[in-house]
């Protein structure tokens, strides 16, 4: 859940400006499992997208639109450990819709680097497993987005993230009081508009927008970044209040981004929310649909709920985790 700062980690801004995140991994998840074959085999199989494909052993497998994050990920690991085929079945599944903004996919391409990590004993610590998932699907397969989901899925827990030139990043875990965060849980509503959207579209917009220069795009980015170091201090300091106020700064700047981002839909289940007691939300990644987070303080998240019911999504229950990746061989 990227709660402020989203778009400042995207290059060419992060890279030419420093960008700045928070965000926080929520009990929704990704799953990978690796059972070794010994058939010179290959098979993938995806449940929650009901998708099943089976190969020949190969030192590569072709990019072509079928389970193109597995293939990538088994090419990385092949061209750069173990220098020779494999045979194994891959069985993934996710929590999260596909297109909802909840950083899916980078989650799903940790988990399955981990899983290939744990199975031949990878030498990769955190920032590695963080760097090298960012590689494979920004660099390897091309997919556009920023640099934080990996760093999330791989760290967990409540992060500040600086990103720099040259592909620089540091995370620091923050030290929130338990009573802080559980209010915060209480008070933020994850609102699924049961709508999805192409994420890379909107991002080779906001792309397009920083490499030309483009003054309000610039000066948005700029505000998002200030946005999270906000962001930082409100929820470190426990000043609980000012959190819907910090959203909805960054959701008036992040509209100005790139167009798609917000849509006649988003903006009425936006301005609903805030007429039945939100102080403020955002759209959940980069925009466009998927999910909506809003903080509804005074106990008016019932009746934010209820007044969202007419838009056809629905809130969905979570936990705030501390944990990143997880593996284990059984």
């Known amino acids: 859940m990227g709660l402020a700062g989203g778009g400042s980690d995207v290059s060419p801004y992060s890279d030419l400006y420093g960008g700045a995140i928070l965000n926080a991994t929520i009990s929704m998840y990704a799953y990978a499992t690796i059972q070794p074959r010994d058939d010179n085999k290959i098979i993938l199989n995806s449940i929650d997208k009901k998708?099943?494909?089976?190969?020949?052993?190969?030192?590569?497998?072709?990019?072509?639109?079928?389970f193109d994050l597995a293939k990538g990920i088994y090419n990385r690991v092949v061209s750069g450990f173990t220098k020779k085929p494999l045979s194994f079945e891959l069985t993934t599944f996710v929590d999260a819709p596909p297109g909802s903004g909840l950083g899916t996919s980078s989650t799903l391409v940790v988990a399955i680097l981990g899983a290939f990590a744990e199975w031949l004993g990878l030498p990769l610590g955190e920032y590695d497993m963080a760097h090298l998932a960012y590689q494979i699907e920004r660099v390897d397969l091309n997919m556009a987005g920023g640099k934080q989901d990996q760093y999330a899925a791989t760290f967990g827990g409540v992060n500040f993230m600086e990103f720099y030139k040259d592909d620089k990043v540091i995370v620091n875990p923050l030290r929130i009081k338990s009573v802080y965060l559980n209010e915060l849980a209480y008070n933020l509503i994850l609102y699924n508009t049961e709508t999805s959207r192409l994420s890379s579209k909107i991002i080779e917009a906001q792309t397009s927008n920083v490499i030309n220069k483009n003054e309000v795009t610039m000066e948005a980015t700029h505000k998002l970044k200030q946005q999270a170091i906000m962001m930082k201090e409100a929820v470190l300091k426990g000043e609980l209040d000012k959190i819907g106020e910090i959203l909805d700064f960054g959701w008036q700047n992040k509209k100005l981004m790139a167009k798609g981002i917000t849509n006649q839909m988003i903006d009425d289940i936006y301005n609903t929310a805030i007429e039945n007691g939100a102080s403020g939300g955002k759209?959940?990644?980069?925009?466009?649909?998927?999910?909506?987070?809003?903080?509804?303080?005074?106990?008016?998240?019932?009746?934010?709920?209820?007044?969202?019911?007419?838009?056809?999504?629905?809130?969905?229950?979570?936990e705030f985790t501390t944990q990143g990746l997880t593996t284990w061989m059984i």
């Open 51 to 66: 998708q099943r494909f089976e190969f020949d052993s190969a030192e590569y497998l072709e990019i072509n639109n079928q």
């Open 283 to 318: 759209i959940s990644g980069a925009g466009g649909g998927g999910f909506m987070v809003f903080y509804c303080p005074n106990n008016t998240r019932i009746k934010v709920i209820e007044a969202l019911k007419k838009f056809g999504g629905e809130p969905k229950r979570y």
